[in-house]
């Protein structure tokens, strides 16, 4: 465990919400623990450590993240084990890409060390709402965003970073008709599709909303300068499996390099499955599934784990794939992840990150 040496000011809630929400009813991103943690960026230097209620905040209308979307975000998640303790996973892994974001948005770095202090902080001191029943979790959202009261075209010199909570129920994952986007783009070769940047999520609501209009859940991105090659799959990244093969995009700037894409890619290779990490055609995929060699295809990202894909649109045509209770790979997959992340099997990889 860390020592803690950040020297957090702790503000404790008088009245905790916790008695009054209702875990058996829990929509996603509503609900909100007690308390969050927050710190300031000024001078050059993170200070400024709090945990006080979660509340409103005040902030300046001149802020430069809301002109500019100098912001990015992170998605995390922390179980109850069966023995009762908790744990964060995989959050350095987080931590390194909120870097890559930062870096990219010419925002300040967050020492890895800070960042899991923080975490570990702000779960521990909300420890009664990470809800122990079998699919719930505790969501993470820690993010950082610009606050010079200025509107210059700049990077600003203050800077808040933020982490709330607050529990979640299991994610029904129904099965997804998608389509394959032909004419919007969500990252661009150059681009920062890669960070968690607040602004690729705005640019992605209108195709979303489209795709949905004509009967579809969600979309596939494809590369912006021929839509020839599949990218993700909304906000998740995704994977297909083809002749025995787990084949999922290459990681490039348009790209998120997800953390649930590693642990698949993890776990499938300790499986002795082989795994192509490479560009991958929307032809190939079209004729792989004609030819019936897909056994497997799904978005995998932390709200989700695996998202499965019972259908696929593409200029007009509707093509389906087997049977997602059928899958054998991405349903291993979600037993295996679920067994390490509640404490029920050993954590190989150790990816579990315990708190207190
Ligand atoms: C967050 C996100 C993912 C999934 O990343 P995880 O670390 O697995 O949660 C994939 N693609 C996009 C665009 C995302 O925003």
Redesign the pocket.
């Known amino acids: 465990m860390l020592t803690d040496t950040l020297n957090i000011a702790v503000t404790k809630t008088e009245e905790s919400r916790l008695a009054t929400t209702d875990f058996d009813n829990l929509p996603f991103g509503r609900t909100f623990s007690d308390h969050m943690f927050i710190a300031d960026y000024e001078g050059g230097e993170w200070k400024n450590f709090q945990i006080v209620p979660y509340g409103e905040i005040g902030l300046s209308p001149a802020i430069s993240a809301l002109h500019y979307g100098q912001a990015f975000f992170e998605?995390i998640k922390a179980y109850k084990h069966a023995d009762g303790r908790i744990a964060i996973f995989r959050p350095e892994k987080n931590a390194e890409r909120s870097n890559a974001s930062a870096e990219r948005l010419c925002m300040p770095q967050i020492p890895v060390e800070m960042y899991l202090q923080a975490l570990s902080a702000i779960v521990e001191i909300d420890k009664d709402w990470v809800p122990s029943k079998e699919g719930h979790s505790l969501y993470i959202r820690p993010f950082m965003f610009a606050t010079d009261p200025y509107l210059g075209v700049t990077p600003s010199e203050t800077y808040k970073f933020i982490i709330l909570t607050g529990p979640v129920g299991p994610y029904f994952s129904k099965n997804l008709k998608v389509k394959i986007e032909t004419s919007f783009s969500r990252a661009s070769d150059g681009g920062f599709g890669f960070a968690?940047a607040a602004g690729?999520y705005g640019g992605s609501m209108l195709p979303a909303r489209r795709a949905t209009e004509e009967g579809f859940d969600q979309l596939i991105w494809t590369d912006s300068r021929e839509h020839a090659y599949i990218e993700?799959l909304g906000?998740?990244?995704i994977m297909f499996m083809i002749d025995g093969k787990v084949i999922t995009p290459s990681t490039r700037d348009t790209i998120?390099k997800?953390?649930?894409?590693d642990t698949v890619l993890t776990l499938a290779k300790s499986w002795g499955i082989e795994v192509e990490e490479r560009r991958v055609s929307v032809a190939e995929i079209l004729s792989a599934i004609k030819e019936g060699r897909i056994t497997d295809a799904f978005g995998?990202?932390?709200a989700a784990t695996i998202a499965h894909i019972a259908e696929i649109g593409h200029e007009g045509e509707v093509y389906t794939l087997p049977d997602p209770a059928k899958r054998e790979f991405s349903n291993r997959v979600l037993q295996t992840l679920n067994a390490i992340r509640y404490g029920r099997a050993a954590d190989e990889f150790n990816w579990n990150y315990f708190v207190g």
């Open positions: 998605g968690k690729n993700e906000a998740a990244n998120l997800g953390v649930t894409r995998a990202g932390t």
